[in-house]
């Protein structure tokens, strides 16, 4: 009887170990229910008195990816394989999370590693195949993207290139094909590198359009790039083309080579080429040309009426635009230093919860260990107490 006592006494749990088990069976009843959050919350406490429980931590990975929380999900399937007690059932919960955040080619080492052992592992092969596919689906999208690229750039190399009399008809396939039906009509029209020579005659010489660009200042000046094409913002697309094709013709370091400057001048050549390329940004920068000509117009019939200026109106006009175009720009780096610092200071603050998170997980577990510990022997030393009790 008294030996018998003792085994019962000594296989007794612990009540840590009944109220882990309880939490538990209430979670794996809300998962079955498909209340994952209820889930959640369970396998949570039941692993707030034992952290380390490798199928607590499966489970609740389980919950978390069915509730679409695939970070946390991952986090507790990682915890899980590194604990290293639920072999396959712990790579499953890996692979799963790993798929779920489309991280392809990781949840597919995974789930090769489960079907190294178990060949006919349903969700491994499905898993595995599913990931495959779709891996194989990303690299054919990125190959698209990158021979789409590569024939943008070669269209853009071309427009740089100088050419003969069909050059504006190479990029327009339709165009060049009726070109000998065509030809007797285009005859008595100016041709397009007639145009472009003409621009390029209206431009003057390559010094003194490098000396205009990069003038002091001509950083700021050059946020217009009208003024950076030299033409009036209401040109038309063609005529704005045509400048840029002489001007960059003009200032091609190629043909500049014992000017130092040119390749820079070039470049806001090409920048401008780019803020009008767009028909929206080529909206709003002509919105802003109108904008300062109205206030260049008021400035100067102020000034004048109060006898203070012998400048023109155009004179007035050109330093309003250039001062609405600077002004806009400050304000645009403005924000951008705002939202950079307003960046920086959630990233810091997500880094200080997660290392608080990470030192108050540290705590815990060191605490409950010591708990464990002391809680054990003072069960032992009761356990002799009594021993000695029903000795005397």
Not at 158 to 176: I, K, R, S
Request: proline share 2%; glycine share 4%; aromatic share 8%.
């Amino acid at each position: 009887f008294f030996f018998r006592r003792i085994t019962a006494t000594m296989s007794e749990p612990a009540d840590w170990e009944v109220q882990r088990d309880e939490a538990k069976a209430a979670g794996d009843a809300a998962f079955r229910a498909k209340n994952f959050a209820h889930a959640i919350e369970s396998y949570t406490l039941a692993l707030s008195v034992d952290p380390d429980n490798a199928k607590l931590l499966s489970n609740r990975s389980a919950a978390y990816l069915a509730k679409n929380e695939k970070s946390n999900a991952l986090h507790d399937a990682q915890k899980c394989v590194e604990i290293g007690t639920m072999g396959n059932k712990g790579y499953s919960r890996l692979a799963a999370a790993l798929q779920a955040l489309s991280r392809w080619q990781a949840a597919m080492n995974e789930w090769k590693r489960i079907l190294k052992t178990e060949s006919q592992h349903a969700a491994a092969l499905k898993g595995f195949a599913d990931c495959d596919a779709a891996l194989k689906a990303e690299r054919e999208k990125d190959e698209a993207e990158r021979e789409e690229r590569e024939l943008e750039e070669k269209a853009d190399n071309d427009e740089n290139e100088e050419g003969d009399e069909l050059d504006d008809f190479f990029n327009d396939v339709e165009e060049a094909t009726e070109a000998v039906v065509k030809q007797k009509q285009e005859e008595s029209k100016p041709k397009p590198t007639e145009a472009i020579k003409h621009h390029k005659k209206d431009l003057g010489t390559a010094d003194e359009q490098i000396d205009r660009l990069l003038a002091p200042n001509h950083k700021w000046r050059n946020l217009n790039p009208f003024f950076v094409l030299d033409i009036h913002h209401s040109a038309t697309d063609d005529d704005i083309s045509k400048r840029y094709k002489a001007l960059s013709l003009l200032l091609h370091p190629d043909k500049n080579q014992g000017n130092p400057k040119a390749q820079e001048a070039f470049d806001e050549v090409l920048k401008a080429k780019a803020a009008l390329g767009d028909e929206s940004k080529a909206n709003y920068v002509r919105l802003l040309v109108e904008e300062g000509l109205k206030q260049g117009k008021v400035d100067w019939e102020e000034a004048t009426q109060q006898e203070q200026t012998d400048s023109t109106v155009d004179e007035f006009q050109s330093k309003a635009v250039h001062r609405i175009f600077a002004q806009f720009e400050y304000r645009r780096k403005e924000a951008e230093e705002l939202r950079r610092k307003n960046e920086q200071k959630i990233q810091e603050n997500e880094d200080a919860e997660l290392n608080k998170e990470r030192d108050s997980r540290k705590f815990d577990k060191s605490w409950r260990k010591e708990e464990r510990v002391d809680k054990r022997i003072g069960n032992w030393r009761d356990f002799q107490k009594k021993k000695k009790k029903k000795a005397s």
